[in-house]
């Protein structure tokens, strides 16, 4: 029910060019008695989507730091119980669809079957990432006391957007959360009011020396995206996300539509990857390329035209403007990624978008498909606001949305409770 996930080595010492050498000794300095402590994260899958792209980094830099950190995901899972775990997602994020009985008991069977399979401890911390694993730890007390791994400390780590939660489902799921001796949001605000437990806000964060992140020298660059048929002279508006509803796919055809009636040269680029614990991504991108059959100008792309990182970031770094038009969203990395490469990005509503960009600042929030058009247009029409937007973006990722800043605030929680 579990593997665990073997990660590259990542030093520290390699993130002080970006994040400046005083980080790197805060976070020695905030490990000093930690050596060795035990840190497991669980998370659903170690491919496709935030969480992943996070454990990536977080847990090699913990352990440079000297824990013991691990990753494991779950593993022989039913793709069933995902079609319930992306409902529970959804609805978390507002949606009003009551998940069936049957659904319910789905979820609990394979959170039992975690419990009575959790990677032997003793952990001194566990940290369980989303709602997909949420539920083991109420099945581990029910378990022998023979059959507990020991814990010190358990966090419920949430990543999505939990300001406005279908109450049916948030109901079922409080009591999961409050067995936990600790929960972390990635705002305050997404805490609900019947949570008994301490909470921690820790906004995520991107890698400056990840490939993602690679500075992707300029012909090479062009090359990648002339290799999907993008032509590298004319301007491109790319969004890339999972194939997901809250990230309004649809939205940004319709402002790319509205825009390109003016600017015929226009170009757009939907870069998604299809994560394993997330089945509506195939269906959405099935229409999406539908859609983009009657222009050839919409370039529909995924892990399957073998989009990876390296070509990610091509996209990420060419792009004369980023769409990320969320109407939910927990944080966006992808956001993060393109404030790091210098663009304009164009972001919606949301608190996850808010929280990284001051409107008009290093970036712009627009609350309609209509200013979404403008906006873009708004860029494209002035290069140097483009320049302005994008040298900001690049400071408030460094300042604030870092993996050291990250890795640091995880061992002041941990030294905190310790
Ligand atoms: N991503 C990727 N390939 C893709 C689409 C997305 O590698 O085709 C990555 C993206 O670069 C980012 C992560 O997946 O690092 C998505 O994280 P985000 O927080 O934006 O959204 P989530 O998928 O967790 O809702």
């Not at 979820?107 to 003793?122: E, R, T």
């Not at 999505?160 to 948030?170: E, G, H, K, R, Y």
């Not at 070509?311 to 992808?334: D, H, M, N, W, Y």
């Not at 900001?392 to 061992?411: D, G, I, M, P």
Request: aromatic share 8%; glycine share 6%; hydrophobic share 40%.
């Amino acid at each position: 029910m579990f593997r665990e996930v073997e990660l590259p080595e990542k030093l520290l010492k390699d993130q002080a060019p970006h994040a400046g050498e005083e980080a790197i000794r805060e976070i020695r300095r905030l490990a000093q008695g930690m050596e060795n402590l035990s840190v497991l994260h669980i998370n659903s899958t170690s491919y496709g989507g935030g969480v992943a792209e996070l454990l990536y980094t977080i847990v090699p830099l913990m352990r440079d730091a000297g824990l013991d950190a691990r990753w494991y995901v779950m593993d022989n899972v039913p793709p069933q119980f995902f079609e319930v775990t992306k409902k529970i997602h959804n609805s978390l994020q507002g949606a009003k669809t009551p998940l069936t009985d049957n659904e319910w008991e789905l979820y609990g069977d394979i959170n039992m079957k975690l419990a009575k399979n959790f990677p032997p401890g003793p952990w001194d911390v566990v940290i369980i990432h989303d709602p997909q694993p949420l539920a083991t730890l109420a099945f581990l007390d029910d378990l022998p006391e023979s059959q507990k791994p020991a814990v010190g400390r358990w966090f419920w780590r949430c990543h999505i957007d939990l300001s406005t939660p279908f109450a049916a489902t948030w109901q079922k799921l409080v009591g999961y959360v409050n067995r936990f001796d600790g929960a972390i949001f990635t705002s305050r605000k997404y805490a609900q009011d019947d949570l008994k437990i301490p909470v921690t806000e820790i906004t995520p964060s991107t890698d400056p020396t990840s490939t993602k992140n690679a500075i992707v020298p300029d012909e090479e660059g062009r090359k990648i995206i002339a290799s999907f048929g993008i032509n590298p002279e004319r301007p491109l508006m790319v969004q890339v996300s999972r194939f997901d509803p809250w990230k309004d796919p649809f939205g940004v055809v319709d402002a790319y539509c509205m825009l390109k009636a003016e600017k015929p040269d226009l170009q757009l680029a939907m870069v998604g990857s299809i994560a394993h614990d997330d089945p509506e991504g195939v269906e959405l991108l099935g229409k999406l390329k539908k859609v983009a059959e009657h222009d050839q100008d919409i370039h529909v792309l995924s892990n399957e035209d073998g989009v990876g990182a390296a070509e990610v970031a091509a996209f990420q770094q060419l792009a004369t403007v980023v769409v990320q038009k969320s109407i939910r969203e927990g944080f966006g990395l992808t956001i993060t990624e393109a404030m790091w490469k210098m663009r304009p990005v164009v972001a919606g509503n949301a608190t996850g978008c808010r929280l990284q960009i001051t409107d008009g600042v290093d970036g712009f929030i627009i609350g309609s498909t209509e200013e979404c058009k403008e906006k873009v247009n708004e860029i494209l029409e002035n290069p140097d606001l483009a320049l302005r937007l994008g040298r900001a973006a690049r400071e408030t990722v460094r300042e604030k949305f870092l993996s050291t800043r990250h890795v640091a605030n995880y061992l002041k929680l941990f030294a905190q409770s310790q």
